[in-house]
């Protein structure tokens, strides 16, 4: 995700609905996809709303994003998804654990069906397994699986949205991974099966 | 001629002990004449010595050769990455890593020919492999092709109060042109003029100003006050309703006297009543 040049920039914080249009197009799809993975199926329909309520308050906050103090800008308004995202799934607290979980919560069984990879991936169930795996995780854990992951972002940039270290951006990503592959066991020993 | 070295205390033989050998001449002078004289000190100056003694005997193994080489080849060969292998541990640790390329090249050398020689972190990684391309492949839904325009549209008023900020910031920060300037002028003139002439025609005669601060600072012309006839009024007065409340008692006041008394009030006579 390439920053946005300072002088589209600084005519978006001055009200030019172009540049703030540029803005909004570099940005919507990361930040609905990062919306969308953070808050989890249980807003789904919301993840719209909610994303165009953080695009409302980076456009007030944007006077005061200052690119001179070395802040990328994609850390600056991932800072702002995860703050309202955690705010979000705060206020509106559900049980986390899916109704599909065994009695430690650990395990997704899927109905048992051979998995392809190749034409199956994308198929509803597996993307809801996957979905149901993630959602489970601490939500440190998700933010910084979801932005190394699938936004692509350093590790240098994820701890400093997240506050923390480096080492510690890498240890969350390792123990998310992990869980994943212990939640997403079945689907995996299925594909093994069918390739065998 | 050398100097007796001066002499110095238990306390502070004691503090010294450990850096003698630090000591400047005349300060190891005076240490070493204490610990003549002194046997508890002397015996301490032996047990230190005979720990140092025994410290210096104290030493650190010299690198093992490994097959047949020297240290700092074993060194560089790890750095080629021939070096030694990962144990389970750090390869299960490292796996997600490697498999993510995010792996120094020397680290996944000593975890890749870990993976070789073991089945069970093979496995592992054929696990974790797997699952990486199963979570690659979650989809997240693009947002609706109206979304820009729908938060634009909603942006719209926002948008359009800092674009009248700037340009009033601008207009009053930019550099001063002679047609900027005159403009200014000429618009305050106008409105000091059209200002004055509104008083004028509205003939109000703003009311003497009797007492300064007390009347809230109004614009009227200043009438000389002699000093004596006003008295002095104390913050009690003024809580609201009370005898010194300028907005209530004080208007009574100068109502009452509205037949003249105010005036030779004002004057400095006696209030004729």
Redesign the interface.
Known sequence: MDDLDLATLELA?????DA??AF??AY??PI??TV??LVGSRFAAE??DI??DI??KL??ALPQFDATRGTKLSSWVFTFVKNYCFDVLKRRRLPTISIDAGEDGATLPIAGRSLD?GDE??TRE??DA??R??DLLPREQKLAFVLR??EGLA?AEIAEISCCSEGTI?SR??RA??A??FR??H??FD??GEHS | MSHPPTDMNCDAFRQQLHFRHELDRAARGAFDAHATRCADCAELLLEGERLDDLLLQWHAPAPAARGGGEFADAVLRGVRGEGPVAGCAETTASLHHLLAGDLEPWLAARVERHLEGCRECADHRAEARQSRSLWLAWRAPDPSESFADRLIRRLEPETRAARRRRLLLDWALGPIHVPRAAAALVLTSITLLSLGLLQSRNGARPAPTVLSGLNGGSSGPVVPVNRQTVLPIEPAQFAPGGRGDPTGSLSREIGRRRDGALRSTLRGAPDEK
Do not use: M, N, T
Request: aromatic share 12%; charged share 35%; hydrophobic share 40%.
């Open positions: 914080r001055a009200g030019d609905l703030y249009r909004v197009k919507e799809r609905h996809h969308w993975r993840v719209e994303s165009q695009f409302i456009f007030r990879p991936l994308s597996v993307q996957i979905a795996a993630v992951e699938y590790y890498k990503i390792h991974k992990e994943l592959r997403l066991r689907l995996l594909l093994e």
